[in-house]
């Protein structure tokens, strides 16, 4: 039995600097996954060994990427809305946007006023946005249960309007390189899921895991949940229906996402909540796997 309604009434935050790692995800194609990620976003190749690569910044991995034999991309099911990479600088988001452009690979440049972003699928239909931070021009909130987002001046926004692509392009360089790899820095900065039910799935990060819930809203179907007042690591969402059933075994997609603990006092504390409540979990190589109530992968460890 899960004991999410005890926990979720004691004290408990996870670790401020809490973030996300890289993303797992199943693939039908590696070598034509591969290449989008390097060619249209520029990201490298760290290793390849079979059925497996990690790619990424030259740093930190980004994403791991398994290939399965008769795999298709299924709706309508829990899993993966986008998976978010976060940029440095407005200039490191440009050169991307710009890579994108040149390449006249279909993308959705938006603004949310607190960050800049564009939105696009990679070739088998996984959910990408490019962003960087932008707090100056804004913030978000939530009034009246909806999530409202007002510009520094204080007039209101939609948090959803197209993104001035000329503006941002003016921050270019003449010798900037579009075709450089991203910048080292790059990181994933937040992973956004669809789940079955919102409330459900705040009462496991929240109440399990330890995320604090910066905004929920029954109206919007959606929740926004972070570690140390960030404006949101983790994305919930119901807009694939109540109860929506998790993808099938042969599904292109999702494997697990990984959260990322300073230390190994940090990772303990977690793992005993875990523990408390009964759920399954296996230590893998990458650290402790489990699942949340929609079978969304998790994979906890420590980088300390």
């Known amino acids: 039995m899960i004991k999410t309604n005890t926990l979720a009434q004691t004290e408990f935050s996870i670790h401020p600097a809490t973030m996300l790692g890289h993303v797992s995800l199943t693939v039908a194609n590696l070598e034509n996954q591969i290449a989008f990620y390097q060619q249209a ?13 990690d790619i990424g910044a030259g740093g930190v991995d980004l994403l791991h990427l398994t290939e399965e034999p008769n795999l298709k991309k299924y709706r309508g099911v ?20 710009a890579r994108l452009s040149v390449l006249k690979y279909r993308n959705h440049p938006t603004d949310h006023i ?24 804004g913030l978000f909130t939530i009034e009246n249960n909806d999530f409202v987002t007002r510009r520094a ?7 959803r309007e197209p993104l001035d692509v000329k503006a941002l392009f003016s921050l270019l360089k003449e010798d ?10 790059t990181r ?32 919007f179907r959606a929740a926004f949940i972070s570690a140390g007042g960030y404006h949101h690591h983790l994305g919930l969402n119901a807009w694939q229906g109540e109860g ?20 190994q006092q940090a ?10 409540t009964g759920i399954a979990f296996n230590q893998t190589e990458e650290g402790l796997l489990l699942y949340d109530p929609s079978q969304n992968g998790v994979v906890l460890r420590s980088v300390g």
């Open 41 to 53: 976003l520029g990201f490298k190749l760290h290793w390849r060994k079979g059925n497996k690569a």
């Open 78 to 97: 829990t899993g993966l809305y986008h998976f978010a990479v976060l940029f440095p600088s407005r200039r490191e988001l440009a050169r991307a946007v």
């Open 114 to 137: 607190m960050t800049k972003t564009t939105y696009l699928d990679d070739p088998e239909g996984n959910g990408i946005e490019l962003y960087c931070e932008s707090p100056e021009d």
């Open 153 to 159: 001046d204080g007039t209101l926004s939609d948090g």
């Open 176 to 185: 900037d390189k579009l075709d450089d790899p991203i910048p080292p820095e």
């Open 188 to 219: 994933v900065g937040h992973v956004h899921l669809h789940v079955r039910n919102v409330q459900e799935a705040v009462d496991f990060y929240h109440g399990i895991i330890g995320f604090d819930v910066m905004g929920l809203s029954s109206t």
């Open 244 to 263: 929506a059933p998790p993808p099938p075994s042969n599904a292109v997609g999702l494997r697990y996402f990984t959260i990322d603990l300073p230390n």
């Open 267 to 276: 990772l303990d504390e977690v793992v005993a909540r875990v523990s408390y």
